[in-house]
């Protein structure tokens, strides 16, 4: 008999979703950083065994939408738990348990599984993972509460028996040695924005967004020419920084990130451009891959 079925993680911003997947499916995926909001897309990660499959999915953070992109990146939460084979639904140690009410409502009258992971327990007491644990289970009666860290990979194994138990009976979604559905120029594109993220401030990371325009494999290297859209001259100017320092810095951080990633050398070209629409505008976000 074969299981296999869709896994999707939802959760408030913050709580440790991309780590999660990221330590389940054992490859970075999904970009971590401290800032909220991360995670834009709904990434893939697929674990294979003989006998199943688990296809991972992280979402961005639950939030109230302040523009088109952030409606679009709540819609591909709402999208998740449509069509969950098993709900994961991330909270932590920190935030408080009743943050977006409106999902944990929805969560009551899902029909598949729910398993709730309760994240970042090494920061947190015995006490009060207990008050957590007995907090969710009042909530949520039918679902599995399991305490863990996704940082220190605690209690992982709990977790995969958790998901693995409830998958349905079904063949494999994906051959059994593909790790991901996103493609390469994805990943590039990702790791230059996560560099973003841990470089730069403020509004800087939140009005920026990366487009590869080009991605040629050789036989000693790739080469990629990725341009880094803003939506300000100002920011521009904090991107690019004083003789290009700033932009040569998250250039050198992402090739090697990329280099690690890819396994093979890089020859990457960084372009920054001012487009003041793009997080709004529909042709944008279509083209940047919102946009259903």
């Known amino acids: 008999m074969h299981r296999a079925g869709f896994v999707n993680i939802i959760g408030n911003p913050n709580v440790g979703k991309s780590t999660l997947m990221n330590a389940l499916v054992g490859e ?7 800032k ?8 893939m990660g697929i674990v294979s065994g003989e006998d199943y499959q688990i296809v991972y999915s992280d979402t961005p953070g639950i939030l109230k939408p302040n523009y088109r992109l952030q409606e679009n990146m709540l819609s591909f939460v709402d ?11 991330v909270t932590d140690t920190v935030e408080k348990g009743d943050k977006n009410e409106a999902y944990i409502q929805k969560l009551q009258k899902v029909d598949c599984p729910v398993v709730v992971v309760i994240n970042k327990i090494d920061i947190s007491t015995q006490e009060k993972v207990v008050e957590l644990m007995d907090w969710w289970k009042e909530r949520l009666p039918k679902a599995e509460i399991i305490p863990a860290s996704a940082q220190e990979k605690f209690n992982l194994e709990s977790i995969l028996d958790a998901v693995s138990s409830r998958l349905p ?3 494999a979604w994906f051959d059994k040695d593909q790790f991901t559905d996103k493609n390469l120029r994805f990943f590039a594109s990702e790791i230059i924005r996560e560099k973003i993220f841990l470089n730069c401030s403020e509004e800087i990371p939140y009005s920026c967004q990366v487009e590869i325009e080009a991605f040629h494999e050789g036989e000693e290297r790739y080469e990629i020419s990725a341009v880094i859209y803003v939506m300000r001259d100002s920011q521009k100017g904090i991107l690019i920084g ?10 050198t951080e992402a090739r090697l990130d990329m280099e690690d990633f ?11 451009k001012v487009d003041p629409d793009w997080r709004e505008d ?7 891959g919102y946009e259903f």
Request: hydrophobic share 40%; proline share 2%; aromatic share 8%.
């Open 28 to 34: 970075k995926l999904s970009i971590v950083t401290a």
């Open 36 to 43: 909220a909001q991360t995670t834009r897309h709904r990434i």
């Open 79 to 89: 999208t998740a738990i449509g069509d969950a084979d098993i709900i994961l639904y």
């Open 169 to 171: 009976e079904a063949p």
């Open 242 to 251: 004083k003789k290009g320092s700033m932009l040569k810095k998250i250039g």
């Open 262 to 272: 890819f396994q093979k050398k890089v020859f990457l070209s960084t372009f920054v």
């Open 282 to 288: 529909r042709k944008e976000l279509r083209r940047f």
